[in-house]
């Protein structure tokens, strides 16, 4: 326990949840040695699958993408291809793979958020196109609106590939292009900008806070980006400032994060 | 070159803490053993950074908590769930003594559960408790404030009301 100071000795809760260790103590546990082992094989796994999806993109720049083509024509769906990926999880989508009306009931001022069902307008928010590198994903987009004060601007994208290779490599790529994007003009805004950020076990999440001219609109902007398998899920926000306060707290929680993708997936 | 030394100390001096803490969080001793080992292993992937945080042991409960939320939705969708995690684990059963409290645990809401456990196990401030689970002071003490009461109904103890929360 890392700190009893903040008990009594005799606080009757913790006793009775300590008496819990008869049980734990007779439950075996893998030794270290296991548990470096199972880590490793999922490293070695992601290694593998990553590099096959960079070395399917170089043959496919020879030619030999259409060979693959050829083979999906002929009704082989990619994942079931013999590889050291074929044992990874392949998921489809759910009917409805969007966060449902109550799934987020209140963010700072804002009220709880809507699925519009219409596709976002504008596809491209700060420098981020979710789009642009989702070669070979299957794509569905929906805006999410909220109706209490109406200014926030809310999206989330659900994109599946063929295999989770893809999919991480995409992941890593978003990730890529926040961290790159430019401040925009000085002149115009001063930003702050958070992350990309870790969010374990599987999301990151990056922030913009602007001083907007009237020109420049909205002025925060967050995106989270979380994946499971060969399903990705990216979720954007905009509104006037970080409606958690000071730019300390985030919109997209590790909670609401895993959440998205449980929907999507489930 | 990770430092597998480290990390085999730190396991070994923590997993039974965390253990604890999920099998009080789940009421469930085959998926807090599962849960367990699946956070230290992916520790154990990220051990250049997580050994630098303030507290890795923080990390690792969050982590196998988030993973036990995210198994408890998808469990909501039986086919699912299957077809995830494959058929579930034959889970030990708790011990005579143990079978009320794990059977009223199981009974208080998830959030609740985790703020008691993680205030009257672990040991966290309410401000530290807020912090883990991202939720204001004021919702930590309601969540543990209701939660004591529910479990002092479910095993007939008025005791498990009197303490108040810490700060």
Same mark, same amino acid.
């Given at each position: 326990m890392r700190n009893q100071s903040a008990?009594?000795?005799?606080?009757?809760?913790?006793?009775?949840?300590?008496?819990?260790?008869?049980?734990?103590? &007779?439950?075996?546990?893998?030794?270290?040695?296991?548990?470096?082992?199972?880590?490793?094989?999922?490293?070695?796994?992601?290694?593998?699958?990553? %590099?096959?999806?960079?070395?399917?993109?170089?043959?496919? %720049?020879f030619g030999v993408a259409d060979l693959r083509g050829h083979q999906r024509h002929s009704g082989i769906p990619a994942h079931q291809s013999p590889s050291p990926t074929a044992s990874v999880a392949i998921f489809t989508?759910?009917?409805?793979?969007?966060?449902?009306?109550?799934?987020?009931?209140?963010?700072?001022?804002?009220?709880?958020?809507?699925?519009?069902?219409?596709?976002?307008?504008?596809?491209?928010?700060?420098?981020?196109?979710?789009?642009?590198?989702?070669?070979?994903?299957?794509? &569905?987009?929906?805006?999410?609106?909220?109706?209490?004060?109406?200014?926030?601007?809310?999206?989330?994208?659900?994109? &599946?590939?063929?295999?989770?290779?893809? %999919?991480?490599?995409?992941?890593? &790529?978003?990730?890529?292009?926040?961290?790159?994007?430019g401040h925009g003009n000085p002149a115009e805004v001063t930003t702050n900008d958070r992350g990309p950020e870790e969010v374990p076990p599987d999301s990151y999440r990056w922030s913009r806070l602007s001083t907007p001219t009237a020109a420049a609109g909205i002025g925060y902007y967050e995106l989270g980006a979380t994946h499971h398998a060969n399903v990705v899920v990216v979720l954007e926000w905009s509104s006037m400032g970080n409606p958690t306060g000071d730019n300390a707290g985030w919109v997209w929680d590790a909670d609401r994060l895993q959440l998205a993708v449980d929907r999507a997936i489930t | 070159m990770k430092d597998a030394e480290g990390f085999d100390a730190f396991y070994t001096a923590t997993n039974r803490r965390v253990l604890h803490q999920m099998y009080a969080m789940t009421s469930n001793l085959a998926d807090a053993q599962e849960l367990t080992q699946e956070a230290y292993s992916r520790a154990w992937q990220r051990w250049g950074a997580v050994s630098t945080y303030d507290d890795p042991e923080a990390w690792v409960r969050t982590v196998a908590w988030r993973l036990a939320a995210s198994r408890w939705r998808k469990a909501r969708n039986g086919v699912a769930a299957m077809l995830r995690h494959g058929p579930p684990e034959h889970a030990p059963e708790p011990s005579v003594d143990n079978v009320a409290l794990v059977a009223a645990l199981k009974e208080i809401p998830e959030a609740q559960r985790r703020v008691i456990v993680l205030h009257h196990l672990t040991g966290l401030s309410v401000a530290e408790v807020a912090h883990e689970v991202a939720a204001p002071e004021g919702t930590v003490k309601a969540r543990l404030s209701r939660g004591r009461a529910a479990l002092a109904a479910l095993l007939s103890d008025a005791t498990l009301t009197e303490v108040s929360p810490h700060a």
């Amino acid at each position: 326990m890392r700190n009893q100071s903040a008990l009594p000795d005799n606080d009757p809760v913790q006793m009775t949840l300590v008496s819990l260790r008869s049980d734990v103590e &007779r439950t075996p546990l893998a030794d270290s040695l296991s548990v470096r082992r199972r880590g490793e094989a999922r490293s070695r796994h992601q290694a593998v699958a990553g %590099a096959l999806v960079i070395a399917a993109l170089v043959a496919g %720049a020879f030619g030999v993408a259409d060979l693959r083509g050829h083979q999906r024509h002929s009704g082989i769906p990619a994942h079931q291809s013999p590889s050291p990926t074929a044992s990874v999880a392949i998921f489809t989508l759910a009917a409805n793979p969007f966060l449902r009306d109550g799934d987020i009931t209140a963010i700072g001022p804002y009220g709880e958020l809507l699925d519009s069902g219409t596709e976002p307008q504008n596809k491209v928010q700060q420098c981020i196109d979710v789009s642009a590198s989702a070669t070979g994903a299957s794509i &569905r987009s929906t805006t999410l609106y909220e109706k209490k004060l109406g200014e926030v601007q809310a999206a989330e994208h659900v994109l &599946r590939f063929d295999s989770a290779a893809e %999919a991480e490599q995409y992941w890593a &790529r978003l990730s890529s292009a926040a961290d790159a994007c430019g401040h925009g003009n000085p002149a115009e805004v001063t930003t702050n900008d958070r992350g990309p950020e870790e969010v374990p076990p599987d999301s990151y999440r990056w922030s913009r806070l602007s001083t907007p001219t009237a020109a420049a609109g909205i002025g925060y902007y967050e995106l989270g980006a979380t994946h499971h398998a060969n399903v990705v899920v990216v979720l954007e926000w905009s509104s006037m400032g970080n409606p958690t306060g000071d730019n300390a707290g985030w919109v997209w929680d590790a909670d609401r994060l895993q959440l998205a993708v449980d929907r999507a997936i489930t | 070159m990770k430092d597998a030394e480290g990390f085999d100390a730190f396991y070994t001096a923590t997993n039974r803490r965390v253990l604890h803490q999920m099998y009080a969080m789940t009421s469930n001793l085959a998926d807090a053993q599962e849960l367990t080992q699946e956070a230290y292993s992916r520790a154990w992937q990220r051990w250049g950074a997580v050994s630098t945080y303030d507290d890795p042991e923080a990390w690792v409960r969050t982590v196998a908590w988030r993973l036990a939320a995210s198994r408890w939705r998808k469990a909501r969708n039986g086919v699912a769930a299957m077809l995830r995690h494959g058929p579930p684990e034959h889970a030990p059963e708790p011990s005579v003594d143990n079978v009320a409290l794990v059977a009223a645990l199981k009974e208080i809401p998830e959030a609740q559960r985790r703020v008691i456990v993680l205030h009257h196990l672990t040991g966290l401030s309410v401000a530290e408790v807020a912090h883990e689970v991202a939720a204001p002071e004021g919702t930590v003490k309601a969540r543990l404030s209701r939660g004591r009461a529910a479990l002092a109904a479910l095993l007939s103890d008025a005791t498990l009301t009197e303490v108040s929360p810490h700060a």
